[in-house]
T-cell receptor
Framework: AQTVTQSQPEMSVQEAETVTLSCTYDTSENNYYLFWYKQPPSRQMILVIRQEAYKQQNATENRFSVNFQKAAKSFSLKISDSQLGDTAMYFCAFMKPSSYNQGGKLIFGQGTELSVKP | ETGVTQTPRHLVMGMTNKKSLKCEQHLGHNAMYWYKQSAKKPLELMFVYNFKEQTENNSVPSRFSPECPNSSHLFLHLHTLQPEDSALYLC??????????????FGEGSWLTVV
């Protein structure tokens, strides 16, 4: 069974600084997908970034980038130039490929609560 | 606006009541999901529907009864719930398998309080 571990329950960062959130996972699959979701106080679960395991290049989305280390089963999220609006719970999630014409299933970590301080 | 709409956003119900949560997706997706988020616990997958057929029931108690009349609508019927069922219930959808089809998009959630 796959597991996802986020070892940092809480983190804080000063506005405009850079912060890295850690995530490790365990799987015997060779092909899979990894995601970071953000859940602000509104509780809306918002997709931040996704990574396909077969791609060696790390995904980036504006100020958000990942460091994907497949051999180490590590998938960290780096937030550059942190903004107050980045304050949220961040969830790392794993998905293995689904059967044809079926939606995949996400397995979530416990979350890291990030506070961006002015 | 994410394309996945949940109603009601907040619901308070007694243990003997019957109520329903509704989810509608405007994204043309083929898969829909119910997740439960309790305090201090990771999100738990409850049900998965593909092309309106249930393909996953993650050992959910029968007091939760899902219904998917078409690929755009998903309901969660609630009856004789327990206080420990109080949680945020998140609906989600995804296009299906392959490439971006594996990305899941969530609604804003329905807060349920059982008294």
């Amino acid at each position: 069974a796959q597991t996802v571990t986020q070892s940092q329950p809480e983190m804080s960062v000063q506005e405009a600084e850079t912060v890295t959130l850690s995530c490790t996972y365990d799987t015997s699959e060779n092909n899979y997908y990894l995601f970071w979701y953000k859940q602000p106080p509104s509780r809306q679960m918002i997709l931040v970034i996704r990574q396909e395991a077969y791609k060696q290049q790390n995904a980036t989305e504006n100020r958000f980038s990942v460091n994907f280390q497949k051999a180490a089963k590590s998938f960290s999220l780096k937030i550059s130039d942190s903004q107050l609006g980045d304050t949220a719970m961040y969830f790392c999630a794993f998905m293995k490929p689904s059967s044809y014409n079926q939606g995949g299933k996400l397995i979530f970590g416990q979350g890291t609560e990030l506070s961006v301080k002015p | 606006e994410t394309g996945v709409t949940q109603t009601p956003r907040h619901l308070v119900m007694g243990m003997t009541n019957k109520k329903s949560l509704k989810c509608e997706q405007h994204l043309g997706h083929n898969a829909m999901y119910w997740y439960k988020q309790s305090a201090k616990k990771p999100l738990e997958l409850m049900f998965v529907y593909n092309f309106k057929e249930q393909t996953e029931n993650n050992s959910v108690p029968s007091r939760f009864s899902p219904e998917c009349p078409n690929s755009s609508h998903l309901f969660l019927h609630l009856h004789t719930l327990q206080p420990e069922d109080s949680a945020l219930y998140l609906c989600a959808s995804s296009p299906g398998s392959g490439g971006s089809g594996n990305t899941i998009y969530f609604g804003e959630g329905s807060w349920l309080t059982v008294v």
